[in-house]
């Protein structure tokens, strides 16, 4: 069901930053493991990130760590991710998932958005000069 809003894409030069938004509309998240994915035009799905809520497990692809954080505020329903230091690469649309699950287990096998409980409509990321 799509019952998130992700927002948050755009146009930024390469070694810029943004910062992605997850809000749940309908529920808490306090029960689920939010992730995000990417897919750009012609690649495979990624998991980039995913956190569960209720202990604060993360996980993180190798090729964001240090340069990605994901955290999430329960007051707003929002789960975020920040990026900086972004590279051409990042570019992609990105969306985000809720689903009951270890967070690596959900970033590890990135599945199409409609096989979780809960997923967004997705952000557009441009990394570009």
């Known amino acids: 069901q799509l019952r998130l809003v992700d927002s948050g894409g755009g146009l930024v030069q390469p070694g810029g930053s943004l910062r992605l938004s997850c809000t749940a509309s309908l529920f808490t998240l306090d029960d689920y493991t939010v992730g995000w994915f990417r897919q750009a035009p012609g690649k495979e799905r990624q998991g980039v990130s995913c956190l569960r809520i209720s202990d604060g497990t993360t996980y993180y692809r190798n090729s964001v760590k240090g340069r990605f954080t994901i955290s999430n505020d329960n007051a707003k329903r929002t789960v975020y991710l920040q990026m900086n230091s972004l590279k051409p690469e990042d570019a992609a649309e990105y969306y985000c998932?809720?689903?009951?699950?270890?967070?690596?287990?959900?970033?590890?096998?990135?599945?199409?958005?409609?096989?979780?409980?809960?997923w967004g409509q997705g952000t557009k990321v441009t990394v570009s000069s």
């Open positions: 998932v809720a689903d009951d699950g270890d967070a690596r287990d959900i970033c590890i096998d990135p599945k199409r958005a409609t096989e979780y409980d809960y």
